[in-house]
């Protein structure tokens, strides 16, 4: 048998593994985005997490 897999066009935020947003593509949030050029240019500081809004679709379940 095989197996239905689901083939993503987007691959997940390198950064917290979320699903990316186009818009930040590859990251889903502006935040991680940060995050990950923080990183680049020394990543000494760590950007407070932050609770995810909660009008804010995480999953694709229909
Ligand atoms: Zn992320």
């Given at each position: 048998m095989t197996e239905p897999v689901r083939l993503r066009p987007r691959r997940p935020c390198?950064?917290?593994?979320?699903?990316?947003?186009q818009k930040y593509h590859p990251f889903c949030s502006a935040r991680c985005a940060q995050v990950d050029l923080n990183r680049w240019l020394g990543g000494n500081y760590a950007i407070p997490a932050q609770d995810d809004e909660p009008g804010e679709d995480d999953s694709g379940s229909a």
């Open positions: 390198p950064i917290c593994n979320k699903a990316s947003q």
